[in-house]
C-alpha cells in the first residue's frame, strides 16, 4: 500500500489526484488533525510526528510514503530520511516539494508567489529547490498561518474564509508583477476560489495533487522494485488522530461520494 501522511485533510487534496491518475494501487491515508496546526510547530516537533505517521503507516503494510504536508516535508523529512528511516530497509518516504518545483520550474513563470504556512516558509525549501533547478524564477514566499486551521474547521467557502483571504493577499508586496501562484499547503485548495478570485482570474494557481501524481507515476515507472511491494486492489483507508465525525463531513464533501474514516492514536 502507498502511505500518505498529512497535518489533517489537506492531503486528501493529494490523494484525490493519485486515486484519478493511479486508481489500481492500495492506499491509506493517515491525518494528524489532532496535533495541527504543524505550520506552527518547531522542527523537533515535526520530526517527531512525522517519525511517529511513519512509523504507524509502516506498521499498517506501507512500503513507500509520501509525505503530503509541506510543512513537514519541508521542515522534517530530510532529518527523517537521513537519522531515522535506516531501521525501515526497504521502505521510502518521499515529500512533495522536490516534485513539485521540478513539474513548475520549466513552465515559463518568473516571478512565483509561493503561499505556504509558516514552518514553510521559514524552512525556505522552496527559494532553495527553485534556485536549484531553475535560478531565473523568483520566488516571494507568504505565510498564511490561518488558512489550514479555518479549513479544517470547515470554513472554506464562507464569507469569514474569503475576507480572510483577501486580508492575507493584500499583504503581499506588488501581486501585479506576480505571474503564477503556488498553493505549497495542502490545505489552501480548498480556498483556491477565493485566491483565483483575488488575482482576478488573470494569474494560474497551482494546485500540487497533479503536480504530486504525475511524479509518483514516473517514481513507479524508475523503481519498479517499489512498485512490485505494492497492493494493486484499490483497497482506500482513511484514518484521523482527530474527530471522525468532522473529517468524514469534509472528505466527503471534497470528493462528492461518502468517506468513512477511522480514528487512530499514532
Ligand atoms: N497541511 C499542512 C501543509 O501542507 C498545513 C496545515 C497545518 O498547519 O497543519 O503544510
Known amino acids: 500500500m502507498i502511505g500518505f501522511f498529512d497535518s489533517g485533510v489537506g492531503g486528501l487534496t493529494i490523494i484525490e489526484e493519485v486515486h484519478r491518475r493511479l486508481p489500481s494501487y492500495g492506499t491509506v491515508y493517515l491525518g494528524d488533525s489532532a ?22 503507516l509502516f506498521a499498517r503494510g506501507c512500503s513507500l510514503i509520501i509525505v503530503a504536508c509541506n510543512s513537514a516535508s519541508a521542515s522534517a523529512l530530510r532529518e ?42 521559514k524552512s525556505e525549501a522552496y527559494v532553495h529547490e527553485f534556485a536549484k533547478i531553475n535560478p531565473s524564477i523568483q520566488v516571494i514566499s507568504h505565510a498564511c498561518p490561518n488558512w489550514g486551521p479555518m479549513v479544517e474547521e470547515g470554513k472554506a467557502v464562507s464569507i469569514e474564509m474569503k ?30 476560489e477565493d485566491v483565483e478570485a483575488f488575482f482576478l482570474y488573470k ?26 511491494t505494492l497492493t494493486k486492489d484499490g483497497a482506500r483507508e482513511y484514518f484521523t488522530t482527530g474527530d471522525v465525525a468532522n473529517a468524514d463531513f469534509l472528505a466527503s464533501k471534497r470528493f462528492g461520494y ?6 487512530t492514536f499514532v
Open 35 to 56: 496535533r495541527m496546526p504543524y505550520g506552527e510547530k518547531r522542527h523537533d516537533e515535526l520530526v517527531q510526528f512525522l517519525w511517529e505517521g511513519a512509523q504507524w
Open 80 to 121: 527523517v530520511q537521513q537519522t531515522k528511516l535506516s531501521s525501515f530497509p526497504g521502505r521510502r518516504i518521499l515529500g512533495v516539494i522536490r516534485p513539485t518545483v521540478e513539474e513548475l520550474s520549466h513552465q515559463g513563470y518568473k516571478r512565483i508567489l509561493v503561499l505556504s504556512t509558516t514552518a514553510t516558509k
Open 163 to 192: 475576507i480572510e483571504v483577501n486580508r492575507e493577499l493584500s499583504l503581499v508586496d506588488d501581486p501585479s508583477a506576480i505571474d503564477a501562484v503556488l498553493l505549497a499547503c495542502t490545505h489552501y485548495p480548498y480556498v483556491r
Open 203 to 228: 494569474i494560474p494557481v497551482f494546485n500540487q495533487g497533479n503536480l504530486v501524481a504525475s511524479s509518483l507515476e514516473d517514481y513507479l515507472l524508475r523503481h519498479p522494485e517499489m512498485e512490485r
Open 258 to 263: 461518502d468517506v468513512r474514516f477511522q480514528n
